[in-house]
């Protein structure tokens, strides 16, 4: 028997199924894959890096100089950012540059370091960019969870530089005088240390403006001392994996 010719009305109505289907897939795949797949790996990721800072450092009395982060290389990983604001156990690798398919959009890396701008330690503006919402990574998808004195903490080879959020603007994408070494500034770099971190606003409907988020320098730990106490107060899982190595002045 010859098979009936499909209309294209059922044609069409199969291709929308298909569709369908592949969009709901989507949807179910997407947040649990950015949500706890890349979470668990960064959370892995950071943990071992700590690892590795810990074992390469000597256990030796601080100095009380707090250390200015050298510049790596392009798309090097370098630093996590712990953030209990966004999440109890919240941690994510920094790299440099901000380039998409090198760092913001990897699930080994997600938040870049704009290479203009100063590193920990060093008077200026640290500023960082990671996604707020996407199919891969979304690093910085819980900003707007910060409050006015809500702790962040950059963790390096060196040790923990803490901040402490002070505000949030929204901006045009050229607004790019949020990177000056005071935010909005022209002008010489004075003492302040601020940290900026910058993502697509709104949140789930495109990239039309950003979302800038300062926190302000609070103070260093050298890794001899541990995590902060604060940070492991806000994430014991902290203080079970790290210790004091030495005595830390």
Known sequence: ?????????TVI??????????????????????????TAKQTELSAAASAQWDAETPAEEWD???PIVQAPAPSESFANLHVPAF?????????????????????????????MTQMPGEPGNFALAGHRSGPLINSFREVMNLRIGDPLFVETAEGWYTYRF???????????????????????????????????HPKMAGSDERAIAY???????????????????????????????????
Not at 95 to 101: G, K, L, M
Not at 182 to 193: K, S, T
Not at 217 to 244: D, K
């Open 87 to 115: 999440g109890t156990t919240y941690a994510n690798t920094v790299a440099e540059t901000t380039d998409w398919w090198t760092v913001l959009n990897l699930d080994d890396k997600g938040i870049g370091h704009y290479e």
């Open 64 to 66: 009380g100089v707090v």
């Open 1 to 9: 028997m010859r098979r009936a010719r499909l209309s294209p009305l």
């Open 166 to 200: 002070r505000s949030m603007e929204y901006v045009l994408p050229e607004e790019v005088d949020v990177l000056n070494p005071f935010p909005r500034i022209e002008g010489a770099v004075g003492d302040d240390q601020i940290l900026t971190l910058t993502t697509c």
């Open 13 to 38: 109505g199969e291709l929308l199924l298909v569709a369908g289907v592949a969009v709901f897939g989507y949807i179910v795949w997407q947040p649990w894959h950015t949500g706890i797949t890349v």
């Open 215 to 249: 926190s302000v320098y609070e103070g260093f730990q050298p890794r001899s001392a541990g995590p902060p106490a604060e940070l492991i107060e806000l994430n014991p899982t902290m203080g079970a994996t790290q210790a004091p190595r030495g005595d830390a002045a």
